[in-house]
């Protein structure tokens, strides 16, 4: 485990807020980093590393890569509310912990700014009123998105807002629930066209072709993150949680009957041992956290720690590298996956292998640390 930190403090060691070496996306590019989902992660599991660890250089990272990025009066460099990006609110919940860290007043503007993010973003015509995931794809709900704007959401309701909005949330989640989970065997699919119309979607269900394990594991994510913050000590919301809880671990439930000998998951979830699938490190790590996270707040029992010790000794077995020059590196990370676009992306299972597989992508390296942080709180309890 010692390797871990090595290896995080190194890609720290090496990083600005213009030109962090885990965001590949912008490297590939040749562009300086903005804000931006990516970075979110990444910031999120450094902080983590600072409230289990109390190392003042995480927090002092942490702050100074925000910071560079907010200016005092709370808007944000690379920031556009107009994009109406649900991934681009991501980020934002890194401004919660370090408004409460520094007190930094421009933290908490910042967060409003965000949060007007989510009051214009358009919704479905669904009963839900679900947020399209981005303005540029309309009437599309991606699991993806309810990880990049639902917590943040939930955060801010229930600090500045006396949880006025928190029916919206919850009735956004039941609105996955009850319409992307594949009920043959409990796995969820990537997305889905409320209007039927995306080339890539079943024109009957509106659903996507495949359950991708990143989009799985960040929607996962998205239900254990929001059980932490939900404010029920009236028990107001006692049924909503149990709604989350129940999907939550008939979800965790469903994927362990796919997870490999090695610990790990394969990028298409179901399709183990099919040509070119492959053990992927993002949605493992996510997958790992999700489940040690869950026993610490006890939504799981003790018995399903093993199975997200496997996973982490997998990735470390499968994929954490020594380079020739002394350093590490984390392999076996999707760069990214989507639906539609430009690229015309029709979430075809020959799609989903055809993606760049990298080293040292955040979306990799940050699940990796939460994942991390959970083991350590785990096995110091």
């Known amino acids: 485990?010692?390797?871990?930190?090595?290896?995080?403090?190194?890609?720290?060691?090496?990083?600005?807020?213009?030109?962090?070496?885990?965001?590949?996306?912008?490297?590939?590019?040749?562009?300086?980093?903005?804000?931006?989902?990516?970075?979110?992660?990444?910031?999120?599991?450094?902080?983590?590393?600072?409230?289990?660890?109390k190392e003042e250089k995480y927090l002092k990272f942490a702050d100074d890569f925000i910071d560079y990025r907010v200016f005092e009066d709370g808007t944000i460099d690379g920031y556009s509310i107009g994009e109406k990006n649900i991934d681009n609110v991501n980020a934002g919940k890194t401004l919660f912990e370090l408004y409460d860290l520094t007190g930094k007043e421009k933290y908490k503007k910042a967060a409003d700014l965000v949060y007007s993010q989510i009051e214009i973003m358009p919704r479905c015509q669904n009963e839900a009123r679900s947020f399209w995931h981005k303005d540029i794809y309309p009437n599309q709900v991606w699991l993806d998105g309810l990880y990049m704007g639902l917590p943040f959401y939930l955060e801010y309701e229930t600090r500045y807002n006396d949880r006025k909005n928190y029916s919206d949330i919850f009735g956004q989640f039941k609105f996955v629930i009850e319409n992307m989970r594949n009920p043959i065997n409990g796995l969820y699919f990537h997305a889905m066209d409320t209007s039927r119309e995306a080339f890539w979607c079943d024109k009957v269900t509106g659903l996507s072709q495949h359950s991708w394990l990143r989009a799985i594991g960040w929607y996962t994510m998205a239900l254990i993150d929001t059980l932490d913050q939900v404010d029920n000590k009236d028990h107001k919301y006692d049924a909503e949680c149990k709604m989350l809880e129940d999907a939550f671990k008939d979800l965790v439930d469903s994927m362990l009957k796919y997870q490999d000998e090695s610990g790990m998951w394969y990028q298409v979830v179901n399709y183990g041992g099919m040509d070119k699938n492959y053990l992927e490190t993002s949605g493992s790590s996510i997958m790992a956290y999700a489940l040690l996270k869950a026993v610490r707040l006890g939504y799981l029992s003790d018995d399903y720690a093993q199975y997200a010790k496997k996973a982490i000794d997998g990735i470390c077995e499968r994929y954490l590298k020594t380079k020739e020059d002394g350093s590490l590196s984390l392999g076996g990370i999707c760069l990214v996956a989507g639906l539609g676009g430009n690229g015309r992306r029709p979430g075809t299972y020959d799609y989903y292998m055809s993606e760049p597989i990298v080293e040292d992508d955040a979306k990799g390296v940050g699940p990796f640390l939460l994942a991390y942080t959970e083991l350590l709180r785990y096995e110091n309890k």
């Open 1 to 53: 485990m010692d390797a871990v930190v090595k290896y995080i403090d190194g890609l720290l060691e090496k990083s600005t807020p213009d030109a962090p070496v885990w965001n590949i996306e912008k490297i590939k590019q040749g562009l300086k980093s903005k804000w931006n989902y990516i970075d979110g992660c990444m910031i999120k599991a450094v902080l983590q590393m600072y409230d289990l660890t």
